[in-house]
Structure formats: C-alpha cells, structure tokens
C-alpha cells in the first residue's frame, strides 16, 4: 500500500522502517492527531472508501491549517475488521493520498491492525513560516471573521439522514470536506491573533476560541452567506438554513480574529466582533443574545 | 486528562490548541506510528490499564530506539466504549507518562473519540546525533548483536495462556517491557551497520533485516542468554526455552549488526553472523539450518 504514498524531498527515510526520517529546516515542527471511528465519524455505507480517505485526510490537515501552517508529512494507522474489502482499503489510501497531495504533503508511515471497527489514526505534521497562530489570542473590539464553506456539510448529512441524496453539492460537500487549505498561513500573515478550525460547529468552536482567550464572541446572523443549496435544503426539511450555519462542523472552514475589518484578508467575511469576556468569558452570542437554535448538527 | 502529561522545553506549544508546535534544533524529526487495539494486542483481564499505558508507550519509543535515536514527543489516541471507566482511562494515561518520563518524552497532543473496542494509536518523534541507522544496511560477515531482555514476553504470554500468574518476573514482563531504551543511541555511535527492534519475534524480524539488507543471517542457539525464569517456565510447559526466545517478540529487545565482534558495545551479546544473500536473501536459518520451532509467542 505503501507504493501508493508518494514522498517528497523533505523525507530521507519512507515507509518501511522502524521510523520514518524528515528533514526539518524551520527549526520547529507543528504537530495534530485525529481519531476517525465508523459508527461514529463516518458510515460505509453513507460514504466511499475514497471519501473516507480524504476526509480522514483533509481534518487532519486542516489543524495545521488552523495554526496558520502548511502541513509536509502523515502518518495513518488503520484498525479493521479482518474482512474488510482490500478494495476498500486501497480506495481509502487512494483519496487519502490525493488529498495530502493537494497541499504537497508526504504519507511518511503507518501501521495496520486487526479491529471490529475501521478506526483510523492519522497524525500531521508541518510548519508556519510566522509564529502560528493559537485559539488564545483574541482581544476585545477584534473582528471575527470566517473562510471556507460553512454549513455545507450539516446540510449534506441532514438530507442523508432523512435518506435523500440531494442537493448533490451538499452531500458530496458532507463526504469530502473542501478546507480552504491556503487560507490559515495568509491569515496568520495578514496578523490574524486567533484562529480555530471548525469541527465540532461553529458556535462550539467560536465557543472554545473565546473561552481559550478569555473573551466574548457576538455573532451576527445576517452575516453569513447562505448559498443557494443551503436554501434550497432548509426550505425542503423546513429548517432555517442560518442553523446549519452556526450548527454546523466538519466543513472544515477557518474562524479567526483580526485587530480590524481593515487587515481582514480576501475571501474571508466579517461574521462578528470580539467582546470584553468579563464574568462571561467562553460566551458566544448571536445578534447579541443567547442562540437558543439547535447547536448539534456534527457527526451524525 | 492533559494536566498528566508534563511538557518539555522544547514544546512551544502544548496540547489543546489545534496543533502542538515543537522546537526542533537537530533538522530533522524520526518519526513512528503503532496501533494497540484490545482483544488483538491486550486484554483487560490480563492487564492493568497502567501496564497497558506503559506498553503503548514502550512500544513507540522503541520504533525511535532502533533508528539509534531518541524520542522527545509523543501523541497519542484513545479510542474506547462509552461504559469504559474513567479510572482505566486516568491510569492508562498515567501509565503512558511515566514510560515517556524514563526518556524525557512529552505527551504533546491527543484525541478521544468513542468506539467499541479499545484502541490506542500513537505516534512517537524523536532524533538522532548521528546518521539513522536503517534496516537495510547489513553486509556478509558482519556479526549479528541483541540487546535487551528477549523471551520474556513470550514466556510471560505462555504462562498467562495456560492460566498460571508466575513466573511473576515473566508474566510482569509481559505485561510492561523493559526495552534498553539507552542502546539505540550508544549502537549507533558504535557503528551499528542495521537495526531494528523486536516485536513480531525475533526470527521475524531477523528477517525483515535480512531481506531489506538482501543478506542472510544464521543464529547460534546456544549464543543466547536462557535467563533462570526462562529456563524455569520451559520446564513448567515442556518447552524448550530457545523457542521463546528465538519465536518471541514484545520485549522490544533490539537486533543490530556490526562491522566486526569488536565494535559491539558493552551489554550486547553476539547471536550469529551476516551471511551472503544470493538467492536466499532474507533468509533466517539457526546453526546453519532452516529453524521448524514454532515462530509465534507474540501478541496472544
């Protein structure tokens, strides 16, 4: 399977040793691991091994995106079940590669297991060509501001759910996440002060941003795009679509804080303000109060 | 469960942010992945999670150990049942950080997710003083070197097979190796040719150091040391005790060769000799002939 990982120039030793060897000239290494459970992150039978694979990718990579990094090298461990299709597992290394490709990243190593369940390990490792960019840095009359699709994918997994395939984009957007991979080291850049991935929903991320800072987080509803398909799915299961919004997780897009709308970088849109978070700190609102909308859209 | 795991100096940035960012000063990074999945690896019943915690870890470290390095970093994922008691978890992990702590490694980073076995997947980053050393670098008439404790896994796994607790010395070996942690390193500088770190058994992975050096090696059975509990559970199971050690893996013992018996480091015991290849490389033999022991004490 191994055959399938192409290695860049940074790795002096591949797969197939005990340890893999990377060169690593920026004197640092940033460095994530994510768990990718069936039953619980994904289900063969809503998504392609192909899908899987670059999803297990692609959340991977995204937390290094998150520090305003660029990701060079992974690792991925595989658990399952003893029948499990070799096609299977050939197709998920096969959208797992593609996926890492697309930011010119190495799958350096890995390991196989016997389990009931396909589990999957990956760990990411990269570098920020600035100082990267942590959740605790965001400051009172700050702007928050957000890049990449939000809410696509909530989307996508409520119309599987309710066992529709369409709106096709959103379905496909659920089973293979499109990061806005350049966007984190441009933010970081343009001086962004925190920034979050958004995995587990916007609000619980903004949440965890704001708590990590010790600050407020007021969001403004009428601030987010809501593209079309997202229309068109609320209007079907009768839902407001700003909930899939603010709800939503695993689009993998960016949420982070700027000084001002001034240094907010291109493609990324003003949703927000930084509040003082006094005896409230950790707290997000929306429209300046309590969201009192469904918060879980993540998962399934 | 973070606040266990004490941070090193060259962690920058610690677990709970998207990333962990570590400080890199040698220019490059040595780096591992291993999966530990209940039912395949461990039992519950056969183990303390404090062992288990200690295993997983021991595992990883020594994957940097054979490269002749040594480890500084560690993730780590946990994947387990909802009904896994919160205790087994803590002791896992504090298990985890005092195997780490016998090298000065960080737990820099991690991820929960539920499933219905327990998996634990980690990735270990170390380096090197010196070229890595590989598995693909031995030569006919170097000699063949083991270091570390060897069979007591497996005489450990044997005695717990057939329902007896003791030897206790074996079954604790089983249960949390003691890999020779310092030796990797000293046998690099040593001029150590090829290494690798036991774990599927010692004839197999003889093998696989054979067959990525395209040489043969022959084994002296009577080069090993049958320690006395070795020596005391053959004769319990009417086992020869050289099929423990020759069959066994999991005591994380290290397998190296060297330009000659003189530049074998102290504490290493020379066990056979490099031969040429031809068209047998890869090939294992003990005193000169194909070996029909059992191979497989590992795992259980």
Known sequence: MTALFEQGEHVLVGPGDDAAVLRVRTGHVV?????????AHFRRDWAEALDVGHRAAAQNLSDINAMGGRAHSLTIGLAAPGDLPVSWALDFARGFAAECALVGASVVGGDLARSDQVTVAVTVMGACVQAPVLRSGASPGEVVALVGRQGWAAGGLAVLGRGFRSPRVLVEAYRRPEPPYEAGAVAAQAGATSMIDVSDGLLADAGHLAADSGVAIDLRAGAFEIAEPLQAVGAALNVDPVQLVLGG????????????????PEGWRVVGEVRDGGDQAGVVTVDGAAYDGPRGWTHF
């Open 31 to 39: 460095v994530s691991t994510d768990l990718l459970v069936e039953g």
């Open 249 to 264: 997780g695993e689009d993998h897009s960016l949420l982070a804080t700027f000084p001002d709308a001034g240094s907010v």
